[in-house]
C-alpha cells in the first residue's frame, strides 16, 4: 500500500464515522456569527461617526445613504457567516460546506422562531415604534416587494458565505492529515538530526 492510498483509506474510513452535519458545531459557528456581526457593526458605526456621518439623518437624506449602507451590511453579513462557517468546519473537521450550511439554517430557524414570537406577541413587541425611527416615506407595496427582493439578497449573501468559510475551515484539517502521511519530511528531519 503506498502513502498516498493509506492516507486516503485512512480518511474516508475517518469521514464515514464522522463525517456528516454536526448541528452542535454548527450551533456555536451560529454564536460565533452573531459575536462578529455585533462587533463589524460596532467597528463600522465607530468608523462612520468618527468621520462624521451623521446618524441623525432626515428621511430625505436617507434616501442617498441607503445604498451604501445595504452594502456595508451585506459586507459585514458576508464576513460574519464566512467566520461562522469557519468555525463550524474547524469543529467539526469534515464536510466544511455542510457545516457552513447548517450555520445558515440555525439562523433561518431562529429568525422564523422569533418572528413567530413576535407575531404571537403582537404590538407589545413592535421595537420600531419605541425606538422612534424615522418613517419611511415609501408607500407599502413597494416596501413589500423590496424587502422580499433584500431578503432574498440577504439569504443568498448570507448562505455563499457561511459556505465559503465551512469550506476555508475544512482545509486546516485536510493540511493536518497530509502532513501526518507526509513520510518525506520525517525522513528530512530524521537525517538532520543524525549529522
Known amino acids: 500500500m503506498t502513502g498516498g492510498t493509506d492516507h486516503d483509506s485512512v480518511r474516508a474510513r475517518e469521514k464515514e464515522a ?23 457593526v460596532a467597528i463600522v458605526s465607530a468608523v462612520a461617526a468618527g468621520i ?3 446618524t441623525g439623518a432626515s428621511s430625505q437624506d436617507l434616501r442617498g445613504v441607503g445604498i451604501g449602507v445595504a452594502i ?18 474547524r469543529m467539526a473537521r469534515f464536510n466544511g ?13 431562529i429568525a422564523i422562531i422569533l418572528t413567530i414570537a413576535g407575531l404571537i406577541a403582537g404590538q407589545q413587541t413592535d421595537i420600531t415604534s419605541q425606538v422612534n425611527l424615522p418613517s419611511l416615506p415609501v408607500g407599502s407595496d413597494a416596501l413589500t416587494a423590496g424587502g422580499l427582493i433584500g431578503l432574498a439578497i440577504v439569504l443568498v449573501v448570507t448562505l455563499v458565505g457561511a459556505i465559503l468559510g465551512g469550506l476555508t475551515g475544512m482545509r486546516f484539517h485536510r493540511r493536518v492529515d497530509r502532513a501526518g502521511f507526509d513520510t518525506s519530511r520525517d525522513d528530512a528531519e530524521s537525517d538532520q538530526r543524525n549529522r
Open 97 to 109: 460546506a455542510r457545516q457552513g450550511f447548517a450555520v445558515w439554517l440555525w439562523a433561518v430557524v
Open 18 to 40: 464522522f463525517g456528516g452535519m454536526k448541528f452542535g458545531s454548527a450551533f456555536f459557528g451560529w454564536l460565533t456569527t452573531i459575536g462578529a456581526t455585533i462587533l463589524l
Open 52 to 54: 462624521g456621518i451623521d
Open 72 to 89: 456595508a451590511l451585506l459586507v459585514i453579513l458576508s464576513i460574519a457567516y464566512f467566520i461562522g462557517g469557519y468555525v463550524a468546519a
